[in-house]
């Protein structure tokens, strides 16, 4: 159809488009899609057994050339299968609204030939004389009708024509009319898409065809929209996705990787392979969508992805699970789901959810998963396989001012983070092969609000066996039986010198937290108050380390001193994660993840 039409000046007549062979339009689609799953499985060969066997046995000048030009390759099949693809949707999406005008079209000329109307090659329709006169009796004469492509944009006239088959008339040139039209503007657009995919020459896929790629996704994206994008279950439950999900065929499910990763690889209840792949490809358009724009936001988020696309292509080393990128996006501050370990396959999962300043960025990819990666190792240690999970699914409060930014906080951003992460665990719990997977979350800083507000939903988090908290300022409740797993199975970990443990309630009064700042005098006033205080409240509400909140707090190190040189010194937040500062923490942490919470090192509560 290509080159006939063009939008509302189209040439395109309606015995064309009755005669267009949607079949060829699928069959070069299936050859494309033939074409990408080629180049898909070349590209985890090269992945999946090159890569490694020279990274793990070969050292050298050269085998680190050959690692470079594998792993070149490695994207060059990456944007082979992304753009066939995308050719794949745009001729399969283009047949089916093709078929869908022929449709309409076949009954107007069903309808018109039942009525022995005749319709002309410029889409008209003559009809017979009918009906009885109002003055003689006769039938009033026959005539023809013009079709109108978009009926609703014509005013009425009045009057109504006394043959009745002039409204029948009206109504089929009409939809000849429709059909036609819109076929033509589906051509146009589709047309302009096709020529818009095509490949920079040369062997290599610079940053600039990335960018390309990611322009063309997003121009599918919108044109398939009635083809795949509407019958996404976004407003399901994760089981009803899952099973959505299985109900496809194999073509389907490629075809939504390739033109939707962003959907599919965020949907919750779908399982972890297949979101990890839609992820990966969806991490090459968002770097390369990115790359055209130069504020520091965009900055900021590019170096991230970069770094957690060199993780993903350097794979795991000797000791590490295996990295799965189950989340990612650009919005707000920037998403990130990353697991080490299969969460699917593991019969014990952690979600760790980070806190106050946590987003997107180099600081968030290097450390941040580092702490999931840490604790998967150790808590593999402990008996049955285990993944960790670090679970950036929301917007934490976001300030310079780090720890007095957390101090006037409020629980707006727990509040929608906690139902994004209760979301995702039952996605977790739904997805996961066991019948009764052992499932942890974990919330340091702010993201121990975001887990606490997670379990006041109807039911707790969905599958969720055990709660920990480290680094609290409170968890939005006054019991540790508000959280829907019972006492004995909340835990916290508190270092003496970690102040945010410490921050006072809303209701008290302290000069260091009311404007001063911290650096001066004021601090050491502040938190000598607040070493010496009794109560056990804190911001959001008591203490989860306290003896009235009732959890089970375990072990930590102490971190070192809050002041230092006059000034405050809150490393003593950052290190619960950190095998080589605080290995009491990891091991109690690991054991929890592990099932194996009987094990723990206890420490007595305040």
Not at 92 to 117: C, M, P, T, W, Y
Request: one cysteine or more; glycine letters at 12%; a negative charge.
């Amino acid at each position: 159809m290509s080159g006939r039409s063009g939008g509302a000046g189209s040439g395109l007549t309606w015995s064309v488009l009755r005669e267009v062979k949607c079949a060829e339009l699928e069959q070069a689609a299936d050859g494309w899609g033939r074409a990408g799953n080629r180049a898909d499985a070349a590209r985890d060969r090269i992945e999946g057994q090159l890569l490694p066997g020279l990274r793990d046995t070969q050292r050298g000048e050269a085998p680190d050339a050959a690692v470079r030009g594998l792993r070149r390759l490695g994207t060059n099949f990456q944007y082979i299968y992304t753009e066939c693809g995308l050719l794949r949707t745009t001729l399969n999406s283009l047949a089916h609204e093709i078929k869908a005008q022929q449709r309409v079209l076949q009954g107007a000329l069903d309808d018109a030939a039942a009525l022995k109307f005749t319709v002309h090659a410029d889409g008209s329709v003559t009809y017979p004389a009918a009906g009885e006169g109002l003055l003689d009796g006769k039938p009033p004469a026959g005539g023809t009708a013009s079709g109108v492509p978009n009926p609703g944009m014509v005013p009425p006239s009045g009057l109504v024509a006394p043959n009745p088959n002039a409204g029948k008339a009206q109504d089929i040139a009409d939809r000849v009319a429709q059909a036609v039209r819109s076929a033509a503007d589906a051509d146009w657009r589709y047309t302009r898409i096709l020529r818009s995919l095509k490949a920079h020459e040369g062997l290599g896929v610079p940053v600039a065809t990335w960018t390309d790629a990611a322009a063309d996704a997003a121009a599918v994206r919108d044109a398939a929209r009635g083809y795949l994008r509407d019958a996404i279950p976004l407003d399901a439950s994760p089981a009803e996705r899952k099973a959505w999900w299985g109900g496809l065929t194999d073509e389907q499910r490629e075809e939504y990787l390739a033109v939707y990763p962003d959907r599919i690889g965020n949907l919750d209840g779908i399982p972890a392979l297949v979101r990890d792949a839609a992820n990966r490809d969806n991490l090459q358009l968002l770097m390369g969508k990115l790359e055209g724009r130069d504020d520091d936001d965009s900055a900021t988020k590019l170096a991230a992805l970069r770094e957690i696309d060199r993780q993903l292509r350097a794979g795991p080393r000797v000791g590490e699970p295996p990295m799965y990128l189950l989340g990612i996006g650009d919005q707000g501050n920037g998403r990130a789901i990353v697991s080490y370990g299969n969460p699917d396959t593991a019969r014990n999962v952690a979600a760790y959810v980070p806190g106050l300043n946590t987003s997107l960025d180099k600081e968030f990819a290097e450390g941040d998963l580092k702490r999931a990666r840490d604790l998967s190792i150790v808590a593999n240690r402990h008996g049955a396989p285990a993944a960790a999970i670090t679970w950036l699914g929301y917007d934490a409060p976001q300030s310079p001012d780090g720890l007095q930014s957390l101090a006037v906080a409020v629980g707006g951003r727990a509040a929608e983070g906690g139902k994004a992460f209760h979301e995702f665990m039952g996605g977790i719990e739904t997805s996961n092969d066991h019948e009764d997977p052992h499932l942890t979350a974990i919330g340091h800083s702010y993201g121990s609000r975001t887990v606490g507000s997670a379990a006041q939903h109807l039911g707790g988090i969905p599958g969720v066996d055990e709660i920990v908290f480290v680094g609290s300022p409170g968890v939005g409740v006054e019991s540790a039986d508000d959280l829907g797993v019972g006492r004995d199975h909340v835990f916290v970990g508190a270092a003496a010198n970690d102040v945010v443990t410490k921050l006072p309630s809303k209701s008290e009064s302290v000069l260091g937290m009311a404007g001063v700042g911290f650096g001066g005098p004021a601090t050491a006033y502040a938190l000598g108050d607040l070493a010496d205080r009794r109560d056990d409240d804190v911001w959001f509400g008591r203490d989860p380390a306290s003896e009235a909140f009732g959890a089970r707090r375990f072990e930590v190190g102490d971190g070192p001193s809050p002041i230092e040189r006059g000034k405050l010194n809150a490393d003593a937040h950052s290190e619960y994660f950190d095998p080589e500062i605080d290995r009491a923490s990891v091991e109690n942490m690991a054991l929890i993840t592990a099932g194996h919470a009987d094990r723990i090192k206890r420490e007595e509560p305040r």
